[in-house]
Each structure stands twice: as C-alpha cells, then as structure tokens.
C-alpha cells in the first residue's frame, strides 16, 4: 500500500547463534520489495522490512563456527518492534540454554506484551522456551532436537511433524522447524505482512520451491540424547539392537527388572514416548533407512524391522512419516543420486 512503512523485525542474535540462518533470514527478508522489483518488473524499489540484527550489546561478537556478528543495535536501544525473530542455536547435546540470555528473555517478554510477533526459527525454540510464553503451547522445531526439548521444557506441546506451527495467545507465537525451514519461516512472514504476491516474488528470486513434506520424512532417532535414567537407557540400547523382537514391550519390561506400569511410567518420563510408540519410532526409523539403501521388496523390509502384516507396515509408516513407503523410497532412496553422475 502507498505510504505504508516498513514493518519493523529484530533478528535476535547470540553467541550460540548459526551464521546461516542468521544471515539468511536477514537477506531474504531485506529482499522484500526490492529484488523482484530491481532485477526483473522495473517498478520502484520499496522495501518491505526494516531488518535488524539486534544482541545484548552493539558490540561485534563471534557467534557460532567463529563468524563475526555486527549487530545494528543493542536489545536496549530498540524503542518497539513488530516482529521479534529469534534465530537458530548451535546446541551441544549436553548444553542448554537454561539461565542463559536473562536479559535477552526479558527483551522478548518486554515485546510479546508490547504486542510484537514473537517467532523462532530451528533451535531458536530454545531461547523462546526461556521464556515461558510456550508453556503449554504447540511449538516445532529441529527434529533431532526433539527429545532434548521435551525432557527439558516438558509443558511445551511439540508438533516436530510441522515446519511451521503458530500458537500462543491471541497466535502471537511461530516457530519453525529444522535448518532450511528458516525459509518457510520467511516466506510466512512476507505472506503475512506484504502479501502472497510479494512472497512469490522472493520464492522465485530465491528460487525457494514450495516445501510440502513434514519433517516427519528427514527424521532420525536420536542415540545421543542423555537420559538420567539408568533403566530406561538399557532398554533403549536393547530395542536399538531388536526392534524385529515379536514381542518388545514385555521383553523390556522383563529386562528392566520393574512392573509392567512403573516401567511405563519412568519410560514415558524420561523419554517423552510410550514405550510401544517408541518401538514403533525405532522401527520406523530403520524402515525408512532400509528403503533409503536397499532394493528388498517393500514387504521384506516391513517384515524385517518387525511387522509381519505388510498392511500395518504401511498403515504406520504412513501415519509417523505421512507417505508411504513406497513413495519414500521414490523420493529418498539413493536412486535419486544417480542424475549426478551424468553431469
């Protein structure tokens, strides 16, 4: 619309920030209004966002993998902002962001209640989670993240099948999911604030194609997650090894020592899962890495990870992956390598 100013974003940057998702969001955003309009229809330029990367202090820093952050501004220094975007996080297993960033997380609290868009892109969920704002919220993000989040911010209600998951009151909250949904997360944005004909613009110019798998089909379960629980680690460790077991849950349990109701019990408080979704994950999980490597029968590698009804395999697989898996094998199987030998 004629006249109408910028909207105002933050890109909030710490020293755990990645550069990529960083810098990404900055320059695609920034492109908004500007680079359809200078490259290809020749209209007047007119940005779209008044983009920001904003820290604690002005000062430069080093975020993640030693990359120099120049920030535009302090936390301190910004009056009011629209949209309060928190960038992704490179978190170590072992490390967390709890009792970090006070002074960020009063920032954000400060412009949730100013009305602001408050959004997280990756593991940027995280820093959010400090806050208190998801408690008891829907929230996404990186999947291998997954069990980490829910161990340690447990009133979140993860949806990690979703690149995109907005909540919150009044749906003042969105976040995103794994590395490259920082794009989707863009592409909202200027949906939401400019229009679809401005996000088309910076989709071609990006040449960002439209994104309709959850990250439900580049999931892997994670082995590294840590697990205060002693018990229930074995057993983790023994369902790794036979996932194909006819009868898993009571082996388990036999193994754990426990009652059939305290080993569910301690199983779904260290883990997140039911200990029968768990297998059903862990399953699943060597499924889709069969069909990825090997050329077995589809029915073979249902039987092999341990479902003799080939129609349950596929009735499971297609609920946890959202396709089946035999157009998963289509779209991941090593097959779709094979166009590069013949550059």
């Known amino acids: 619309m004629p006249g109408k100013r910028p909207t105002k974003v933050s890109i909030l940057a710490t020293p755990f920030t990645t550069p990529s998702t960083l810098f990404g969001l900055y320059d695609l955003l920034s492109t908004a209004g500007v680079a359809w309009e200078s490259t290809v229809s ?37 009056a009011s902002t629209d949209i309060v975007l928190i960038a992704s996080q490179s978190i170590p297993n072992t490390s967390l962001v709890k009792g970090r960033y006070q002074k960020e997380i009063e920032w954000i609290n400060r412009e949730y209640d100013r009305g602001a868009l408050i959004t997280s892109a990756c593991t940027g969920l ?34 990690i099948e979703q690149n995109l998951c907005r909540s919150g009151s009044n749906d003042q909250i969105v976040t995103s999911g794994g590395t490259t949904a920082w794009q989707e997360l863009a592409l909202f944005l200027i949906t939401e604030y400019c229009g679809p004909e401005h996000a088309a613009h910076v989709a071609k110019f990006w040449v960002i194609q439209n994104r309709t798998e959850s990250q439900a089909v580049f999931s892997a379960m994670s082995q590294v997650t840590p697990i205060n629980d002693g018990v229930v680690s074995e057993t983790q460790e023994w369902i790794t090894v036979h996932y194909s077991d006819p009868n898993p849950i009571n082996r388990m349990v036999i193994q754990s020592g426990l009652s059939t109701t305290t080993f569910t019990r301690r199983f779904k408080k260290a883990t997140g899962y039911r200990p029968m979704d768990y297998v059903h994950v862990v399953r699943v999980d060597k499924a889709k890495e069969f069909l990825e490597t090997k050329s077995d029968a589809i029915e073979q590698i ?35 390598f094979e166009r590069y030998k013949l550059l």
């Not at 202090?57 to 501004?73: D, Y």
Request: glycine content about 10%.
């Open 302 to 336: 249902g039987r092999d990870v341990g479902y003799e009804d080939p129609a349950s395999f596929r009735r499971i697989f297609k609920r946890k992956i959202g396709m089946t898996p035999g157009l998963y094998r289509r779209k991941f199987g090593c097959n779709r």
């Open 126 to 159: 995280f820093v959010l989670a400090e806050s208190g704002l998801l408690d008891g919220w829907e929230a996404t993000t990186h999947w291998a993240f997954a069990d980490l989040m829910r161990i340690n911010y447990p009133d979140i209600q993860l949806k």
């Open 42 to 78: 020749g209209k007047p330029v007119s940005p779209q966002f008044e983009v920001k990367i904003v820290a604690s202090q002005r000062e430069a820093f080093a975020c993640a993998r030693g990359v120099m952050v120049s920030p535009h501004a302090g936390i301190d220094e910004v």
